[in-house]
C-alpha cells in the first residue's frame, strides 16, 4: 500500500503561481512513476504532468512551458509549479503513484486539493 497526500493549492488570479506538492509514504517501489491529474467540473480526469524515478517527464501540451514537475526521490515527494496559471486550470488535482510488481501495474491515488484561478 502507498499512501499519497497533498499540499498547497488555494485561489489565485490569472497569471499567478502556485505550487502544490505530494508526500508518498508507505512501500514504495524504487522505480515508480509519480504524476498529477486534474478534474474540472463536468470534465474527465486528465493527466497533466508525470515523472518517472529517473527523472524522464511528460506533460500535457495544455500546460507545456507552465508548468514544471519535480520529485525529490530521497523523500518520496512530487512537486508541480504552476505558472502563468489560466482560468482553464481550475480544477481538482491529484495525485498519483504508478508502480509495476511481477509484472503487475498498482495505482493509488490522493485525495485531490483544489486549485482556483480565478479574478
Known amino acids: 500500500q502507498v499512501q499519497l497526500v497533498e499540499s498547497g493549492g488555494g485561489s489565485v488570479q490569472p497569471g499567478g503561481s502556485l505550487r502544490i506538492s505530494c508526500a508518498a509514504s508507505?512501500?514504495?517501489?524504487?522505480?515508480?512513476?509519480m504524476a498529477w491529474y486534474r478534474q474540472a467540473p463536468g470534465k474527465q480526469r486528465e493527466l497533466v504532468a508525470a515523472i518517472a524515478t529517473g527523472g524522464i517527464t511528460n506533460y500535457a501540451d495544455s500546460v507545456k512551458g507552465r508548468f514544471t514537475i519535480s520529485r525529490d526521490n530521497a523523500k518520496n515527494t512530487v512537486s508541480l509549479q504552476m505558472n502563468s496559471l489560466k482560468p482553464e486550470d481550475t480544477a481538482v488535482y491529484y495525485c498519483?503513484?504508478?508502480?509495476?510488481?511481477?509484472?503487475?501495474?498498482?495505482?493509488?491515488w490522493g485525495q485531490g486539493t483544489q486549485v482556483t484561478v480565478s479574478s
Open positions: 508507505g512501500s514504495i517501489d524504487s522505480m515508480n512513476v
Open positions: 498519483n503513484y504508478r508502480a509495476t510488481r511481477l509484472l503487475r501495474t498498482y495505482e493509488y
